[in-house]
């Protein structure tokens, strides 16, 4: 074929292609604008239509999302977990772990948690075995046998058996060894027929022996060939202690070279054999202070899981969220002891009229805290307690009157005479936020009475002088009652006389009759016979009127966060919070449920 041809050929094939492919693009416009661009309007107008149905979907996308949210936590949440360091701090310095000597906060709380004594007080300040599984008294009240727990060890893997519990009272007896507790434990016989039987014979009846028998237990294989005189100062005291308790003597840090800055902190790791169970803490660390601003630095600055020595909380402690703050009622009574052998409050008129005069709601009221009523010397609900013998409640002219017919008139200066004598005492307490407070309501409420007080705030060191040498007319001050209703070494005469070993009797009350009473009701077991042999020493108490009742007081405990199974209840002395101790717990994690 002639290339001509050929030429002419794809020529017109050329312009065939490109006509169709013209036709197409605009057959392909005309169909965009009569499909899409026409019917954009009616789009527009069923907008609300399609809105409605992209917002459904958004809800219910987002219903999807809550669902499973809530269902997560339905199946899983935050549970307290084992682990953790825990540190309180307290006021005070470690001197001292052994349980037959150690005194203050510190001591006591390190003693506390390395020894186990035979018996200890439970969530319910009820009696209950610690080394113990029970006892029993025998026919004459004298005779008390306890049993011990099986199998139980010393930290160090040591058995501990009834020769160590009599290891320990026999030295205690000792006073070559210094033990303050020396003179509760006079004329007692210890002795055990078996491993696993301990029996105390008491020269009397005393029904209240039982109470005696929470100190700590000291190990004879690790003590028993130190001599007497030495077991103050041997290094198990401080450094090497040995218990059965929940923790172990791990380490002591000191801080500061002076007293003023020394700090020292004593740290304990969980003992895996303890018969409790294992702690579940990894640690415990008692952290000792100097004084309460240095504690406060501390807590604030979250050194501290905890702090114990506080009256009240400062406000920026108080404003923190994290702060829990525990009240743990004490089985003791807050009272104005009134010195009733010499000067004007040996007239029982001007005592009563004290008493009738004193508003203690108002009190109570102003201490920042919920507290009970004391209104005798046993503490409600305890055996004995009497409502028929409750002090005189407040009746201010009645208190007036009172005076009055005693001969003390107002003067013009407002205070009351009798025959030239001015009705004033002088009200001693130690130097604290709580009882500054106390003392200065009652200074207001009795004069209006006509009655001049003079309060003295102590520090420590002089508070302990004026205790021991009675140097008041009237004392503000706390003493323990505990779960048992014994109140003795407070009220009898012979606890009033120089010559008493601890001299308790702050009021130096003396009463034939309530020491005849208080005498029957320590020496009966039986319950309701001790009741009734009480009754004639709360009567005369009332009508006495050696100390005005106040309200019993607290054990403040502060934490940062909140301590699992640590729970709010009465106790009878501050180191009782560690009642299940080993089962503390401050960490959580999140955990899957069983429903």
């Not at 026409?38 to 958004?58: E, H, K, N, T, Y």
């Not at 008294?137 to 727990?149: A, C, E, F, I, N």
């Amino acid at each position: 074929m002639p290339l001509n041809r050929l030429k002419l050929r794809f020529r017109r094939n050329f312009r065939l292609q490109r006509k169709q492919v013209e036709g197409l693009s605009g057959q392909v416009e005309r169909q965009v604008e009569r499909n899409f661009i026409r019917r954009f309007s009616s789009l527009v107008a069923v907008r609300r239509f399609v809105i409605g149905w992209l917002l459904l979907f958004v809800i219910l996308g987002g219903l999807v999302v809550l669902q499973i949210n809530l269902l997560t936590n339905y199946y899983q949440t935050s549970q307290p977990i084992a682990g953790g360091i825990y540190t309180e701090g307290i006021l005070g310095t470690y001197t001292n772990a052994n349980p037959i000597y150690a005194t203050g906060q510190v001591d006591n709380a390190v003693s506390h948690l390395i020894f186990s004594g035979l018996f200890k007080s439970d969530d319910s300040n009820r009696l209950v075995g610690d080394l113990a599984t029970s006892w029993s008294l025998d026919s004459t009240g004298k005779v008390y046998t306890v049993r011990l727990r099986p199998n139980i060890t010393w930290q160090d893997g040591q058995p501990l058996t009834a020769k160590d519990v009599v290891f320990t009272y026999h030295t205690i007896q000792d006073p070559d060894a210094q033990s303050p507790l020396n003179v509760s434990w006079q004329n007692v016989n210890i002795t055990s027929p078996d491993s696993q039987t301990v029996v105390f014979t008491l020269p009397n009846p005393l029904s209240s022996f039982p109470y005696s028998l929470t100190t700590g237990i000291i190990p004879e294989h690790i003590l028993g060939n130190t001599p007497i005189y030495q077991l103050r100062s041997v290094a198990f005291d401080t450094m090497q202690p040995v218990g059965s308790g929940p923790f172990a003597m791990q380490a002591i840090n000191v801080t500061g070279l002076t007293p003023d800055t020394r700090q020292e902190e004593v740290q304990l790791k969980p003992f895996a054999n303890y018969y409790g169970g294992k702690p579940k803490l990894n640690s415990f660390i008692i952290h000792s202070f100097h004084n309460q601003d240095q504690m406060i630095r501390a807590f604030n600055s979250q050194e501290l899981d905890a702090m114990i020595g506080l009256n009240t909380l400062p406000d920026n402690v108080a404003n923190e969220s994290a702060v829990q703050q525990y009240d743990f009622p004490l089985t003791a009574e807050n009272m104005v002891f009134f010195k009733t052998s010499t000067g004007v409050l040996s007239d029982v008129n001007v005592r009563q009229a004290l008493v009738t005069g004193a508003n203690i709601p108002q009190v109570i009221l102003n201490l920042g805290y919920s507290a009970n009523q004391v209104r005798e010397p046993l503490l409600e609900n305890q055996l004995g307690y009497n409502k028929a013998y409750q002090q005189t409640p407040y009746n201010f002219n009645q208190a007036a009157q009172i005076l009055t017919n005693d001969g003390w008139i107002v003067g013009k200066d407002g205070i009351r005479y009798n025959k030239g004598q001015r009705l004033t005492f002088g009200l001693y307490a130690q130097d604290s936020n709580e009882y500054a407070v106390v003392a200065g309501i009652l200074k207001q409420q009795w004069r209006k009475l006509g009655v001049d007080v003079q309060v003295h705030l102590q520090q420590d060191t002089n508070m302990q002088a004026t205790l021991a040498y009675h140097a008041y007319d009237a004392l503000l001050y706390g003493i323990s009652i505990g779960p048992d209703p014994d109140t003795f070494v407070y009220w009898d005469s012979t606890q009033a006389d120089v010559r008493s070993n601890t001299r308790l009797n702050f009021a130096e009350y003396k009463s034939s009759i309530a020491d005849a009473a208080l005498e029957a009701g320590r020496t009966r077991s039986d319950p309701a016979l001790r009741a009734i042999k009480y009754q004639p020493f709360l009567k005369a108490w009332q009508q006495d009127a050696p100390a005005l009742g106040l309200y019993q007081p607290r054990f403040l405990y502060v934490t940062r966060g909140k301590v699992f199974n640590l729970d709010q209840h009465t106790i009878n002395v501050d180191t009782d919070r560690y009642e299940n101790v080993q089962n503390w717990m401050i960490r959580q994690a999140p955990q899957n449920i069983v429903k």
